[in-house]
């Protein structure tokens, strides 16, 4: 699984920017100077550029993450960190992601976009696997990349 460390520059800081953010989610501790920036924002918010990755604040969602904007509190996305050898995304398609994007493989974190679907009596949860965050973990850079293959589903139902 990814965690912060993950986008360690292995450098010691010598001041960091704590901040408390009260996300849709609940507060969350970030520090800024491991802000990830998406040059180009996401699809459909071109305007947001600056987002950080924090651990989620109910222990019963751990094996999610929160992408939060630094720029606007109210918003963020619920992720799900997805190894680089998984069932979901062929890595064939995975490498020319990062080669498109000149990102190593090495230093690539990838995230998926989880949407929440409530109904009466259940909740469920899908991905979108059509456009996964690639993250540049080493640079701090991200870009959702919109694949073309057609198989990758929006809404990929776990």
């Known amino acids: 699984m990814l965690n912060q460390s993950a986008f360690s520059t292995g450098v010691a800081p010598t001041l960091t920017m704590m901040q408390t953010i009260k996300s849709r989610f609940g507060d969350i501790v970030v520090d800024t100077d491991k802000a990830v920036l998406f040059p180009r924002g996401l699809l459909g918010i071109p305007d947001k550029s600056q987002f950080m990755l ?27 960190p997805l190894d680089f050898n998984n069932s979901m995304i062929e890595a064939d398609d995975l490498r020319a992601a990062c080669r498109d994007l000149q990102i190593e ?46 198989h990758y589903k929006v809404q990929h139902m776990l």
């Open 54 to 80: 924090a651990s989620f604040p109910s222990p019963k969602m751990q094996q999610f993450m929160l992408l939060q904007s630094l720029e606007d509190p109210n918003l963020s996305f619920i992720t799900l």
């Open 105 to 150: 493989e090495s230093d690539v974190a990838i995230l998926l976009i989880v949407l929440v679907h409530r109904g009466l009596d259940q909740v469920r949860l899908s991905v979108n696997l059509r456009a996964p965050i690639l993250v540049d973990a080493k640079r701090r850079k991200g870009s959702q990349y919109v694949f073309i293959q057609d």
